[in-house]
């Protein structure tokens, strides 16, 4: 991670992929491609953090250095953010959409029980709505 002049065009510009993500969730879900809905949901979600750390002056190429960050800010009360949202991502909690991500990208699962699907969708929804009121 990398500290550099707060850049909101550069935070704008993540917040519309985050969006643009979510839409392709969506796309996926109704075409019946659950395994490609967590990735987009994933991608949701980073590139709302890429987002914030863009507007908080900080820029990163690390997916858990991003995290992390942002995990950091909110212990340190530089950010007003419930955890919930970084254990929502984080790779070291089991079933975090990184986890899932993962799961899913790089096995030969295709298939998304409905439950875990609603779970994701959900989350990740909330997730970019939450990181857009702090951008």
Sequence with gaps: IKEI????????????KALYNLKVMESNIKLGYSDWAVS???YAMYHSILA????????????????NAVEHFILTKK???????????????SNSIIKLRERFQYGAETKVDKETLS???NNAKEFVEKFQELI
């Design 5 to 16: 002049n707060p850049d909101l065009k550069e935070a704008k510009f993540h917040v519309e």
């Design 79 to 93: 950010i007003d953010l419930d955890i919930k949202y970084i254990k929502m991502i984080d790779p070291n909690v």
């Design 119 to 121: 779970l994701i969708r």
């Design 52 to 67: 914030l750390l863009y507007k908080l002056g900080y820029e990163s190429d690390n997916q858990e250095c991003s995290i």
């Design 40 to 42: 987009s949901a994933f």
